[in-house]
């Protein structure tokens, strides 16, 4: 199994930055692919980024596109996600997951098979 816990959320004004950690441990020589969704209240969970484990390919939601950038250290195996120019609309539970297989649906939270508890970030108007 693998253990995801996800850390760096808060508060901040539009415009500001964050930074969200997940930090991996357990069988963590099994993932693939690690990801970041998030979930508004009374909304669906959405896919925001991606990252393949081994080669770095990333992937993103078009709403943050140029926005976040997410990446990763395997010595520390950790995954971040590098939040710029928030907007009040990227409020939300942010969720790190992993999976350990490969897929290409991986804007599909069910093709992962662990998930951290997620960390909350507000951002205000």
């Known amino acids: 199994q693998v253990q995801l816990v996800e850390s760096g959320g808060g508060l901040v004004q539009a415009g500001g930055s964050l930074r969200l950690s997940c930090a991996a441990s357990?069988?963590?020589?099994?993932?693939?692919?690690m990801g970041w969704f998030r979930q508004a209240p009374g909304r669906e969970r959405e896919f925001v980024a991606a990252i393949t484990w081994r080669g770095g390919t990333t992937f993103y939601a078009d709403s943050v596109l140029g926005r976040f950038t997410i990446s990763k250290d395997n010595a520390k195996n950790t995954v971040y996600l590098q939040m710029n120019s928030l907007k009040p609309e990227d409020t939300a539970v942010y969720y790190c997951a992993s999976s350990v297989i490969a897929t290409r649906e991986l804007r599909i939270g069910g093709k992962y098979d662990y998930w951290g508890q997620g960390t909350q970030v507000t951002v205000s108007s």
């Open positions: 357990g069988r963590t020589s099994s993932i693939y692919t």
